[in-house]
Every structure is written in structure tokens, then in C-alpha cells.
């Protein structure tokens, strides 16, 4: 029994420590509530965030780490209950919690959904804001470290599939089911073109910013011919299509009115073989344009609020 109250009162003495505060306090607490309630409680406020900032591959979260470190914005290793976060901080004392899922894409037990969800509810942020590396779709336009910002998300895998009159499967065009198309936060987008009008990327001057339609879904593609064939099925109104990605259709699934969001990714590729026979480089080079630019857009002191 000594043993146990030692160990009690020492996880007492560690809580008022955290908190900065008298021990007798944080022993009242313990005595009202429990000492694994006021645990949780300490631990969800130290990881309490405004914005959730979501990487999904070890090069995507070292871009994010190095350029914070460059911006002398901090990176602060906190342990949650349901996963592990980084924090920074901005100019505005906007609190940051970067995460790492643990596989890309959206579904499964690893990914973007479950993910998302968990740290949503753990963080209490209200913004999500994706960060890494996508697929571009026009090479005449746009060039590896490119960055995207998503003005639109469509979910290219919910569409309506028919047999036509020879009985040959085919995917209706532009038929997507109700829900496919989901509009990204007018405060972000404000917020990255404003930042757009005056950066330049430290690595690569000659990049350029896309804003535009991003598409969404389970496949990785490495096929010129079925990533126009996405791009033809989206409606032609409004901005064009500038790429796509695999992790934003589970992080819209869990966002809803009150939780805003948007997607900055560099072009790693163009979705063909070709593109692609040096992924792992030109990863690495989009993953650090899009994590330099999405961490200059955050540290912005003076922005217009939006819906």
C-alpha cells in the first residue's frame, strides 16, 4: 500500500510541476477528481491546437520539421493519448499541431479518416491544413515543386458507374454522386493568396502557385490516359483542375461546417510512369516547397478573415 500511495504522490508532484503550481493544489484536484482525469486534462491542454497541420510521409513531415526550425517557429514534441504531435507557434501566437499519419491515402486503419477524426476531438483545432505532395495535370503549365492550393476538392472515386447498351462497363461523365464536391475555406484560400502575391521559394525562384480543383481518391496513378480521364469528367466552370492527391477525401469527411480547411502540396509528379521514375527525389523537393510556403502563410501577421 506504501508503495502505491508513493507512486500516487509522485504522479501528483510531476502534475503540479507541468502546471506550475502549488502541490497542495494540484493534490485538491486529485482528491476531487481523480488522478487520471486531471492527467487527461493537463495533457489535452498542452496539446490543445488552432490548427491541425497534417503531413503523411516521413518526407513530407521532415519538410514541415526542417522549415519550422528555419522559421524559428518552434517544434515541440507532445505526446497525446491517441497519437503524437508537434507543436509551433506563430507570430500571432497561433497554436500548431503538426501531425504524421501513419500510411497515406484516406481509408483503413492508418489512414487519413481515422486519423483525423481522433486528433480532431484530441486537439480541438478548427482548421485542418494539409500539407505534402501531389500530382500535377498539366505539364506544359506547371513543373516538379509547383505548389497547389486546393480552392475545390472533388472525390473522384464517388461516381455513378453504368453498363452502356453494349454491356460494357464504363464511369458516366461528370455524373458524381451528391457530395463529391466540397469547397475549401474562404479564409484559407484568402489567406494563401495573399501570401502568393509576394513569395518566393528560397530553393526554387522560378515556382509557381496553382490555385484551383483538386482531386481526391484511392488510386495511385501512373497513367497519363486515366488521370485525363478524371480531369474530363469535372465540370468546366469555375477554376481548372491543377492535380491531385490522396489524403484530402478523409480529412473532408471529417470536417464539417465548423472546422475549416484547405490542401498545399508540391508537385512530385504527373501521375505517369515517366514522371515518376524519380519519385523519391522530386518527393522530397515538393514536400519541402510546399511545407516552406504552407509555414510563410501561417506566420502571416496581418490577414483578411473569412468564412
Not at 504522490?9 to 486531471?38: C, F, M, S, T
Not at 503549365?141 to 472533388?154: A, F, K, N, P, Y
Request: charge should be neutral; hydrophobic fraction near 40%.
Amino acid at each position: 500500500m506504501a508503495t502505491k500511495n508513493g507512486r500516487l504522490l509522485k504522479r501528483v508532484k510531476g502534475l503540479a510541476k507541468k502546471q506550475g503550481r502549488p502541490y497542495e493544489d494540484a493534490l485538491n484536484d486529485v482528491l476531487e477528481w481523480g488522478i487520471d482525469a486531471v492527467e487527461r486534462t493537463v495533457s489535452q491542454a498542452k496539446i490543445a491546437a488552432d490548427v491541425l497541420l497534417v503531413t503523411a510521409t516521413q518526407s513530407e513531415f521532415d519538410a514541415v520539421e526542417k522549415h519550422a526550425k528555419l522559421l524559428n517557429l518552434g517544434f515541440e514534441k507532445v505526446q497525446g493519448q491517441e497519437a503524437t504531435y508537434f507543436r509551433i507557434t506563430t507570430s500571432e501566437n497561433q497554436m500548431i499541431a503538426v501531425l504524421k499519419l501513419k500510411s497515406m491515402g484516406s481509408y483503413g486503419n492508418n489512414g487519413s479518416v481515422l486519423a483525423c477524426q481522433r486528433a480532431s476531438l484530441e486537439t480541438g483545432a478548427k482548421s485542418f491544413v494539409l500539407v505534402g505532395t501531389a500530382f500535377g495535370c498539366d505539364e506544359s503549365r506547371q513543373q516538379e515543386g509547383d505548389i497547389l492550393v486546393s480552392t475545390e476538392l472533388h472525390l473522384y472515386d464517388l461516381i455513378d458507374v453504368v453498363d452502356d447498351v453494349n454491356g460494357i462497363p464504363y464511369e458516366v461523365a461528370s455524373d458524381y454522386a451528391k457530395g463529391a464536391k466540397h469547397k475549401a475555406s474562404e479564409h484559407w484560400i484568402t489567406r494563401c493568396r495573399e501570401a502568393a502575391t509576394s513569395w518566393k521559394s528560397p530553393a526554387v525562384p522560378s515556382t509557381k502557385i496553382h490555385f484551383g480543383k483538386l482531386l481526391s481518391g484511392g488510386a495511385r496513378i501512373a497513367s497519363k490516359t486515366f488521370r485525363d480521364g478524371l480531369i474530363k469528367r469535372i465540370p468546366l466552370t469555375g477554376e481548372p483542375v491543377i492535380g491531385g492527391e490522396m489524403e484530402a477525401a478523409g480529412v473532408v469527411a471529417v470536417c464539417d461546417k465548423k472546422i475549416r480547411w484547405i490542401v498545399i502540396k508540391g508537385v512530385s509528379d504527373f501521375a505517369t510512369l515517366e514522371s515518376r521514375t524519380e519519385i523519391e527525389t522530386s518527393r522530397k523537393t515538393a514536400a519541402d516547397q510546399a511545407a516552406r510556403f504552407a509555414l510563410e502563410m501561417l506566420n502571416l501577421k496581418t490577414v483578411s478573415d473569412h468564412g
